[in-house]
């Protein structure tokens, strides 16, 4: 076990610096072993940080990294860093058939609701192992009002204001409403009221377990699910005792239905458009694990618990590569991945009325690692091919000098290209050709015959079409995909699978035909000038480009603070500086920036943006927290009203310009309609599937000292389907 990830004080999760874990990494790849479980991640849209580069060369050298998605789900795109690398083996949480235990209390009267319920104790107050049984009433929280003391609305039954029904509290368990105030402060009311112990009920359908400041209160507190408790009130609400036990020997079982995607787990595609992700699925829901007794964020004294998450699945599938590993000593990383992907199962589903998972939720599928043990073929990638990876992607990784060797050897740069057991084309315009190639790492001579399941409305064909390898050998094979119909801009979902006597070696195929596809974004120079860039379609119809833009960005001077903890919050102190921004409507894009050359040192800032929507209530929308002060966040169709950039100053230069960080925030919005006149673009007007055009753009009379921003939209009979950001820096 390496250390990377440290408790602060004052906090309930630990924090990980991505100086410690890059250490970390390199030090287990220092130390000779063979496999890295990392269940550590973030839902940064890029794969640059200093761990993905960390196990990217873990990689290289031979050590496979398997990582966990993330529990951000489950909204499509939420899988990050660094488990969006090709070079890790990406895994998804799903359940598992079988029985599991959770803690409970016990309802003894009235007869029509006695029985057990699931119950949580607090991580914050006395446990019930150190008390006796509790038997009493339960009696419904009343603090008189309906506002909170900063004249929000509450609830009379939220404990956040000192109880007046005390008479009847008094001895009695207490049944208090989730919200309006901390936990602590509502079990400090309740004890205050003479309660025996506190009942926090949820707004959720699950009990949690909830964090406060320890040494408050001397009495137990629990917390039940809000269905549950819907059934206590209207059993109060009716005159009737409600009489409840506290124990801590109280369990009840409950089945659980195996093979689905857990809800929370991070879906793909991943910030890498043409690599799928996640890789395959495990089991993550309901792991009985061992646990600290000490642990911070749940019951003290507890040696094991039952725990959920992508942390959880990623050690069986770290599990199971090394023991194919220890059967296979001389497979590489990228055999140990391949072999479990291919190997796969499908039968999962991704919700509870048994839709099928599709590979945004599981990857390749559910882990057999019997049959990866024997896959066959498998797909292996060079470190000549990684290195050509990050010169596509832009990563520090790799020097421009390297990039320049990798493409004089003729070495693709496109992530389709890499030889990766699944097949992800992001932007199929009419055609398009990938190749693959398998080893055969059995000890046989063996024939395949390819079998396809083509996506929905688009044609695959492959060649050869049959494979024959002796112990050792490699080919080659490529597959075409033509786009034949059905609905542009969407994902479908197929497979290839290379089947003999004994195997079946499977690879998914996810295309997404596209009505355009055009230059991301293109950045020149001057005043004044012209560029020109081709566009494929992959329709038949009209078709406009249209500007929006250039537009000068707001420049806004900072200053922020080194934060010595290096761990962002939501705040405008201690290290974060926050700026308030109002964005109006109709915007097409957004973009807040800070950069390395508008600061005032060799500082490491971070970039977090919140969408305030009613000015006061924030969520955040974007982050960027690379190892310099170069930073990004990028928002289509942003919603009108107010945002917060703040600016974390996580390591900054305390010598160069004095301690903290002086430094220049940049944004730009431009509109949906947004003429500046001072951009213009022409093209075709009609557009032929399979066709290319050409975009002709000018610019002219633009300042100077400054960076213009603006977009030519690539608009269809289905309106604007494409953007091609433009940067002009003079």
């Known amino acids: ?57 873990a990689t290289r050298a031979g050590v496979l990294a398997v990582v966990a998605a993330g529990n951000d789900g489950p909204n499509l795109a939420t899988t990050g860093s660094p488990a969006g690398g090709p070079w890790a083996l990406t895994v998804a949480a799903s359940t598992r058939d079988g029985e599991t235990s959770k803690e409970a209390l016990e309802i003894t009267a009235p007869p029509a609701i006695a029985g057990r319920y699931a119950a949580r104790e607090a991580a914050f107050t006395p446990p019930l192992a150190d008390v006796d049984p509790i038997e009493a009433s339960l009696v419904l929280a009343d603090d008189d009002t309906i506002l909170l003391e900063d004249g929000s609305d509450g609830t009379r039954s939220d404990g956040c204001q000192a109880l007046v029904n005390d008479a009847d509290v008094n001895g009695n368990v207490v049944l208090i409403a989730r919200g309006g105030c901390d936990f602590d402060l509502k079990v400090a009311n309740a004890e205050d009221a003479g309660a025996v112990a506190a009942l ?50 109280f369990f009840i079982a409950e089945t659980q239905t195996g093979n689905q995607v857990a809800r929370f787990s991070s879906r793909g595609p991943g910030p890498v458009f043409n690599i799928l992700k996640p890789d395959v699925t495990a089991p993550g829901v309901d792991i009985l694990a061992g646990n600290t007794p000490e642990a911070i964020n749940t019951t003290a004294g507890e040696s094991f618990g039952y725990l959920t998450g992508t942390s959880m699945s990623t050690p069986h599938v770290a599990a199971a590569a090394a023991l194919l590993k220890e059967a296979h000593p001389e497979w590489s990383p990228e055999a140990l991945k391949s072999a479990l992907m291919t190997s796969a199962r499908q039968d999962i589903t991704r919700d509870a009325e048994g839709a099928a998972a599709n590979p945004f939720d599981m990857g390749s599928g559910h882990i057999v690692p019997n049959l990866a043990f024997d896959p066959g073929l498998v797909y292996e990638t060079t470190p000549e091919e990684y290195d050509a990876f990050a010169c596509g992607t832009e990563s520090p990784a790799v020097d421009s000098a390297r990039c320049a060797e990798l493409e004089a050897l003729g070495i693709s740069f496109a992530p389709e290209d890499l030889n990766q057991p699944n ?14 190639r398998v080893t055969n790492v059995s000890d046989q001579s063996t024939s395949y015959v390819v079998e396809i ?146 600061t005032d040192g060799d500082d490491d800032l971070d970039l977090y943006v919140y969408y305030c929507a009613d000015g006061t209530q924030c969520r955040e929308v974007g982050k960027s927290g690379g190892p310099t002060a170069d930073e990004r966040v990028d928002l289509a169709f942003p919603a009108a009203g107010r945002y917060a950039a703040l600016v974390h100053g996580f390591e900054t230069d305390e010598v160069s310009g ?35 055009g050409t975009i002709n753009v000018n610019w002219f009379n633009l300042g100077s000292q400054t960076i213009y921003f603006g977009a030519i939209s690539h608009n269809t009979p289905a309106g604007l389907t494409a953007l091609t950001l433009l940067t002009i820096i003079n």
């Open 1 to 57: 076990v390496y250390k990377a990830c440290w408790l602060r004080p004052g906090e309930t999760r630990a924090a990980c610096n991505t100086s410690d874990l890059a250490n970390a990494i390199d030090q287990a790849v220092a130390d000779g072993v063979d496999i890295i479980n990392y269940s550590v991640g973030s839902s940064l849209l890029g794969i640059t940080a200093p761990d993905d580069i960390a196990l990217m060369n």
């Open 200 to 249: 926090i009920y949820n707004f959720a359908d699950e009990p949690i377990v909830m964090q406060g400041s320890t040494g408050l209160s001397d009495i137990p507190a629990l917390m039940i699910g809000q269905g549950d408790a819907m059934l206590i009130i209207a059993e109060l609400d009716a005159d009737n005792v409600v009489s409840v036990v506290l124990d801590k020997g």
């Open 423 to 436: 097949i992800a084309v992001g932007r199929l315009a009419s055609q398009q050709t990938v190749s693959r």
């Open 453 to 598: 399941t083509p996506p929905g409305g688009v044609a695959v064909s492959v060649n050869p079409t049959t494979l024959s390898l002796g112990p050792g050998e490699t080919a080659t094979y490529d597959v075409s995909f033509t786009y034949t119909s059905g609905p542009l801009d969407l994902w479908r979902f197929g497979d290839l699978r290379w089947v003999s006597p004994e195997r079946t070696v499977r690879s998914v195929l996810a295309i997404r035909p596209a009505s355009v596809v055009a230059p991301a974004e293109i950045t020149s120079f001057s005043g004044s000038g012209a560029l020109s860039f081709d566009v494929e379609f992959g329709y038949t119809g009209t078709y406009q480009p249209r500007t929006h833009g250039l537009r000068l960005p707001i420049v806004i001077d900072g200053f922020v603070d080194n934060d010595p903890t290096k761990t962002f919050t939501f705040r405008g102190t201690n290290g974060v500086t926050a700026h308030l921004i109002d964005v109006p409507a109709d915007q097409l894009y957004l973009r807040f920036a800070l950069f390395d050359a508008l």
């Open 658 to 692: 004095g301690p903290g960080s002086n430094y220049q925030l940049v944004g730009w919005s431009i509109g949906i309609a947004d003429d500046q006149d001072n951009l213009a673009a022409s093209g075709p007007t009609f557009a032929t599937a399979g066709s290319t």
